[in-house]
């Protein structure tokens, strides 16, 4: 506690443990760079389709003419790398590096993009990944985008902690299975952001039926969801039921998911716009 303290936290110069006035952590992109809105793609647990949400998002609003990048924050798996097809080297010049553009003109930063094997594992600590991560933010330059989607590594650890709080997101979309236990751990992702004033902006459920080519009917084979249930239980809203489809996962496999002609997240685009 600074000599002569008066408990006046806001007229105050000096900073002591005492100090209650809340702490601006949000980082600058890259002087060069423009970002309109900045989304994130979060889920509580791995294996719910993060990053095919992440893509389904990006490739809807690309088809919207809006200009659009992917932040990969998921520094140990990447995927959207090969989900789009883009490869090679990242490219700069003295005054920093440029995002790798997809074949329908999506920028694209991620890991898998500066090793020299994809197939190598980084193989590093939390902290050294959330740095990449805020490299990825202010050392890139990210021309004219009006959507950033930052695709983010499962659960509630030292990057989805470091995005919320380095990078002034729009808000987040939440992405789940139908899974009992899912949907409870999709509940520690809601107070997480809630604990960071991050504002949510809906639920999105991955895997939510199958429907038959023969009869069309919807087949639970994951379980009952209890999407409506969480939404309800926070008031959320339910963006987008994303069905099990084969030929999505084809499709991602070869690096094509620009052209799969089905994206199932226009509403959620929609409300994006909205916003």
């Given at each position: 506690?600074?000599?002569?303290?008066?408990?006046?936290?806001?007229?105050?110069?000096?900073?002591?443990?005492?100090?209650?006035?809340?702490?601006?952590?949000?980082?600058?992109?890259?002087?060069?760079?423009?970002?309109?809105?900045?989304?994130?793609?979060?889920?509580?647990?791995?294996?719910?389709?993060?990053?095919?949400?992440?893509?389904?998002?990006?490739?809807?609003?690309?088809?919207?003419?809006?200009?659009?990048g992917i932040l990969?924050?998921?520094i140990t798996g990447?995927?959207?790398?090969?989900?789009?097809?883009?490869?090679?080297?990242?490219?700069?010049?003295?005054?920093?590096?440029?995002?790798?553009?997809?074949?329908?003109?999506?920028?694209?930063?991620?890991?898998?993009?500066?090793?020299?094997?994809?197939?190598?594992?980084?193989?590093?600590?939390?902290?050294?990944?959330?740095?990449?991560?805020?490299?990825?933010?202010?050392?890139?330059?990210?021309?004219?985008?009006?959507?950033?989607?930052?695709?983010?590594?499962?659960?509630?650890?030292d990057v989805p902690?470091?995005?919320?709080?380095?990078?002034?997101?729009?808000?987040?979309?939440?992405?789940?299975?139908?899974?009992?236990?899912?949907?409870?751990?999709?509940?520690?992702?809601?107070?997480?952001?809630?604990?960071?004033?991050?504002?949510?902006?809906?639920?999105?459920?991955?895997?939510?039926?199958?429907?038959?080519?023969?009869?069309?009917?919807?087949?639970?084979?994951?379980?009952?969801?209890?999407?409506?249930?969480?939404?309800?239980?926070?008031?959320?809203?339910?963006?987008?039921?994303?069905?099990?489809?084969?030929?999505?996962?084809?499709?991602?496999?070869?690096?094509?998911?620009?052209?799969?002609?089905?994206?199932?997240?226009?509403?959620?685009?929609?409300?994006?716009?909205?916003?």
């Amino acid at each position: 506690m600074a000599e002569g303290c008066t408990h006046n936290c806001s007229s105050c110069g000096t900073t002591c443990g005492q100090d209650t006035r809340k702490k601006d952590f949000h980082e600058a992109p890259h002087e060069l760079s423009t970002i309109r809105h900045v989304v994130s793609v979060v889920s509580g647990k791995g294996g719910v389709g993060k990053s095919l949400v992440t893509g389904l998002m990006a490739v809807a609003m690309s088809r919207k003419g809006k200009h659009v990048g992917i932040l990969d924050a998921d520094i140990t798996g990447p995927s959207i790398p090969k989900m789009f097809g883009v490869s090679g080297e990242v490219t700069g010049s003295e005054k920093g590096a440029y995002p790798v553009k997809s074949a329908h003109g999506i920028d694209i930063v991620s890991m898998n993009l500066l090793l020299d094997d994809k197939t190598d594992p980084v193989v590093w600590r939390g902290p050294v990944i959330s740095g990449v991560v805020k490299q990825f933010w202010h050392d890139f330059i990210w021309e004219d985008v009006d959507y950033l989607f930052v695709d983010m590594p499962p659960g509630t650890g030292d990057v989805p902690l470091t995005v919320m709080q380095s990078i002034r997101l729009d808000g987040i979309l939440i992405v789940t299975s139908p899974q009992e236990l899912v949907s409870m751990i999709v509940e520690k992702a809601v107070k997480m952001a809630s604990l960071m004033n991050v504002p949510i902006l809906g639920l999105i459920e991955n895997m939510s039926y199958f429907a038959c080519p023969d009869c069309g009917k919807h087949h639970e084979i994951f379980g009952k969801s209890h999407i409506e249930e969480i939404a309800k239980t926070y008031g959320l809203d339910v963006l987008a039921r994303i069905p099990i489809v084969p030929n999505i996962t084809a499709e991602c496999d070869a690096g094509q998911i620009e052209t799969f002609e089905k994206t199932y997240v226009d509403e959620a685009v929609e409300r994006l716009l909205r916003a």
